[in-house]
């Protein structure tokens, strides 16, 4: 009841002028409301209100979680006012592409986002979700999660992931897409056939299971296993199966170097055939041979857009991606496994054709064996020797040729290593990032500079990717308006996924707000030292509390669950 006077008294002061209103004590509502004020009054800001539309000075009042008024509010009262002039005030950033997962269990205050400005999360991408569970590698998930997260996983669908995930506190807001992927993991396994008549209507049957508990779209990974497995016709009819009000597409392609146009035109096909809105995580033309592919990428997607479908994509701000060392080796050598793997490393007979592969496809990267720098070691004792260096640095000191210290840091580690691949480059980059349909995304979890969360150096992304885009591209290069970079981390993404009360400055609209010094506002992380937050945000408001103030973390946990 409460609620809807509440609503009411807002329309109608938003059109008659708040802070008239405010004090002319026409009815009881409103006296209630001015007895108490608002809980947070943000004062002479400059508002970018998402939509792309000019900013303007302009305060704002929050109560209850919700933005209740804007205009001028010079008057009124509130239990905590920021004072922004000489600050923009924007809606709280959306990251469409996160890997945050099951990080808050142990980083619940979401550390490297919120100080980003990010205040809502997408995860579930990549083809990976926390639910379904099952299929043959569910007992090495369950080991797995035990040893990163101390406790045990005891949900196996989407629905009891998000139950249980909303019993817990944390900072940011979370959503989640199914993934194809675990779909197929736990209705066909790992095995790299066709899904029969059968399976195919078992999964679409878990497409629907999951959607109607609550992820907002779906999501594949097709370089990764089993996501790879599946073809072009199934994903149709598995995106078929989800309902029109979640039909969200989101893909990381098939490619995203040599075949990265064939792997756009999967893409669509699948979009225009299943009637999905497409969204293309992290495009990208990856490899020195394919970086003049960016122009045509982009006119691909931008036929399809006159051809009447939604076509979207996502990108972060940075020119290397971040996998598995082992990345760099031919498919057919990691076939059945690690074992395996490295038996074929040792074996004479067949480590001249891999060699051929692998440095062929580093040949391709920005600066050869300098464009792969070793992130992250799984064995303490390697630690100290690799961690942070390139292969060209490493082959060095190692007095090794690159590929032997590579075939080296693979056995000694187990298999147990990831790296960054400078794979891109900054024209390209700013042409996709620059492209009216590319939103901003970090395709990284939350990280924090202290234990347990910065015990591998982290991609940079991960800390800095929302600044960078205001700073770098914005600010610097000028790749767009200021306006019009901030709509690709709010409304835009809001409107993609049908976060209807997110994602702009509006009456009414959840209070997600990011205030931060367009002079000032920098990312400080960098591939070698990457657990270092950014500067020039000094406040971020969850939900209508505030989380980080005057640049620090405040401990609170407003952040909430979002279903469909
Ligand atoms: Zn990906």
Redesign the pocket.
Known sequence: MKQINRRKFIQSSSILGFSTLFFSAASSNILSLSSNGFDILIKNGAIIDGTGKKEFIADIGIKSGLIAAIGNLSDAEAKTTIDSKGLKVAPGFIDI?SHTDTDLIINPKAESKIRQGVTTEITG??GFSFGPLGGPELEITLKNFKEDYGEELTWRTIDDFLDNFSKRKFSINLATMVGLGSIREFVVGLDDRAATAEELTRMQNEVKIAIEAGAIGLST?LEYTPGSFANTSELIELCKAAPEYARVYAT?MRNEDDTVLEAINEAIEIAEKSKSRLQI??LKVSGKSNWQKADDALALIDKAIERGLEVHADRYTYVAYHTNLSNLFPLWSRDGGNEKFLERLKDKSLIGKIREYSEKKVSNLDGDWNGVLISSVGKKEFKDQYQGKTIKQISEEKNLEPFGAIVNILLETENNVMMMGFGMEESSTEKILAHPRVMISS?AGSHAPYPPMNKSIAHPRAYGTFPRAIAKYQRERKICLLEEMIKKMTSLPADKLNLKDRGRIAVDKNADIVIFDYNKIQDKATFTEPHQYPEGIPYVIVNGEVVIDMGEHTGAMPGKLIRS
């Open positions: 592409h991408q990549d990974g990381h995580s992290h395709d």
